[in-house]
T-cell receptor
Framework: QKEVEQDPGPLSVPEGAIVSLNCTYSNSAFQYFMWYRQYSRKGPELLMY????GNKEDGRFTAQVDKSSKYISLFIRDSQPSDSATYLCAMSADRSNYKLTFGKGTLLTVNP | EPEVTQTPSHQVTQMGQEVILRCVPISNHLYFYWYRQILGQKVEFLVSFYNNEISEKSEIFDDQFSVERPDGSNFTLKIRSTKLEDSAMYFC?????????????FGDGTRLSIL
């Protein structure tokens, strides 16, 4: 079983739609969960960062973590064409080095 | 907003040659990382660096690879005797120290092409 699994898509939605992106993981040691956005030929850009289970909201973005199910989600409300990118989930364990383990990324296209 | 800077953006090298990828982390950050992303694959951890020494490395990071912080601002990844399979995007990341884990911030990467 892969450590972090993420549906690569591609996912295509109309402008204004609610987008749901998900990752599952197998390593119960993961405590820190992140979502990064990556535009073509650019580095990952931090969007959301959460610790342990629960929800976190920032503007149009909501991150959810369910540690009991080993499942994390990112919701994008009122999606915009500028949201078109690859979304990467990443997570790390509670150890001093905090190396990140990434999902493969979901390619999202928001159509005007 | 402070950012991680990587140079060059694209490096083309003949197989067997040595290459040095350079990074300037965010100035008050103390933890440094290198990751790579082979085309179409996941971003993979290579190495973490703290207090002037490697703190963890992956199985990818073999004797061919080395890292260095030659001065107070640069962080470099050296690949000796490059192979075709080293072709990838290489990302540098950094994060600050703190009482809890702080998220990592990434540069825009160096695209390494081995011919």
């Amino acid at each position: 079983q892969k450590e972090v699994e993420q549906d690569p898509g591609p996912l295509s939605v109309p402008e204004g739609a609610i987008v749901s992106l998900n990752c599952t993981y197998s390593n119960s040691a993961f405590q820190y969960f992140m979502w990064y956005r990556q535009y073509s030929r650019k580095g990952p850009e931090l969007l959301m960062y959460t610790y342990s289970s629960g929800n976190k909201e920032d503007g149009r973005f909501t991150a959810q973590v369910d540690k009991s199910s080993k499942y994390i989600s990112l919701f994008i409300r009122d999606s915009q064409p500028s949201d078109s990118a690859t979304y990467l989930c990443a997570m790390s364990a509670d150890r001093s080095n905090y190396k990140l383990t990434f999902g493969k990324g979901t390619l999202l296209t928001v159509n005007p | 907003e402070p950012e991680v800077t990587q140079t060059p953006s694209h490096q083309v090298t003949q197989m067997g040659q040595e290459v040095i990828l350079r990074c300037v982390p965010i100035s008050n950050h103390l933890y440094f990382y290198w990751y790579r992303q082979i085309l179409g694959q996941k971003v993979e951890f290579l190495v973490s660096f703290y207090n002037n020494e490697i703190s963890e490395k992956s199985e990818i990071f073999d004797d061919q690879f080395s890292v260095e912080r030659p001065d107070g601002s640069n962080f470099t990844l050296k690949i000796r005797s490059t192979k075709l399979e080293d072709s990838a995007m290489y990302f540098c990341a950094s994060r600050p120290a703190g009482p809890v884990n702080q998220p990592q911030h990434f540069g825009d990467g160096t695209r390494l092409s081995i011919l």
